[in-house]
C-alpha cells in the first residue's frame, strides 16, 4: 500500500516569503506528527495532530509556523515570512493508533530559504 | 530531554558486529529504533515498550533496560545495506505519543 507521501520534495524560498508544506498520511491513520531535521540531527518534533484535532504544538519554534489537519487526514505545515534559520527537512509522520505505535515517516521536504 | 546515542560512529567490514546503545535520563514509556540513508525518510526497525522483552528480526535486535533507561540496538553479520544513521526515538508516556530523537550513530558498511 502507499506510504506516507510529501510534496514538494524539495522547496527553494526567498527569505520573507511564505510556504506551505503537504504531508498526505496513510490512509486510516488517526495520529499525524511533524517533525523538523537539521543537517546531521535527529528529527525534532514540531507538532502533532489526533484525527483534526492539534493536541499538541509544544514544539513549533516560533509564531510564524501554523500547521492545520482540516478533516483528519491530509496536513498543512505554514511558515510564514520564512527566516534562513528555518531551512531543514520537515519531516511528516502517521500512526494508526492513539497508543505507543510504529510512526512510518515520509521522504519530508527539503527548504532551502535563500 | 534528548536522549544520548553512542557511538556516534562506526565503521565495519561486512559480516561484523556492531552495538548502537541510547540513553535517557528520564523514565521511558518506549523506544523505537530508525535507520536512516542519506535523503530518505527514516526507516522504521523496531519498538519496544517498557517491561517488553528483546526483540529481533532477521540479524537485527534490540533490547531495553528499564533500570538503567538504555535501550541497544544489535546488528549482527552486517551487510552492505545495513549501512546509515541509525536513529533511537524515546517516548516518555502520557498523551501525545511525540518522539524525542538522538542525535544519531552513523554507520558505514565497507566490502
Known amino acids: 500500500g502507499a506510504g506516507v507521501s510529501q510534496s514538494p520534495r524539495y522547496k527553494v524560498a526567498k527569505r520573507g516569503q511564505d510556504v506551505a508544506l503537504r504531508c498526505d498520511p496513510i490512509s486510516g491513520h488517526v495520529s499525524l506528527f511533524w517533525y523538523q531535521q537539521a543537517l546531521g540531527q535527529g528529527p525534532e518534533f514540531l507538532t502533532y495532530?489526533?484525527?483534526?484535532?492539534?493536541?499538541?504544538k509544544s514544539g513549533l519554534p516560533s509564531d510564524r509556523f501554523f500547521a492545520e489537519r482540516p478533516e483528519g487526514s491530509v496536513s498543512t505545515l505554514k511558515i510564514q515570512r520564512t527566516q534562513q534559520e528555518d531551512s531543514a527537512v520537515y519531516l511528516c509522520a502517521s500512526s494508526a493508533q492513539l497508543a505507543a505505535d510504529t510512526q512510518y515517516f515520509g521522504p519530508g521536504t527539503r527548504l532551502t530559504v535563500l | 530531554q534528548q536522549p544520548v546515542q553512542s557511538p556516534q560512529a562506526v565503521i565495519l567490514r561486512e559480516g561484523e558486529d556492531a552495538v548502537i546503545n541510547c540513553s535517557s535520563s528520564k523514565a521511558l514509556y518506549s523506544v523505537h529504533w530508525y535507520r536512516q540513508k542519506h535523503g530518505e525518510a527514516p526507516v522504521f526497525l523496531m519498538i519496544l515498550l517498557k517491561g517488553g522483552e528483546q526483540k529481533g528480526h532477521d540479524k537485527i535486535s534490540a533490547s531495553f533496560n528499564e533500570k538503567k533507561q538504555q535501550s541497544s540496538l544489535y546488528l549482527t553479520a552486517s551487510q552492505l545495506s545495513y549501512s546509515g544513521t541509525y536513529f533511537c526515538?524515546?517516548?516518555?508516556?502520557?498523551?501525545?505519543?511525540?518522539?524525542?530523537f538522538g542525535k544519531g550513530t552513523l554507520l558505514t558498511v565497507n566490502p
Open positions: 495532530f489526533q484525527n483534526e484535532a492539534q493536541l499538541d
Open positions: 526515538g524515546t517516548d516518555l508516556g502520557g498523551s501525545n505519543y511525540k518522539l524525542t
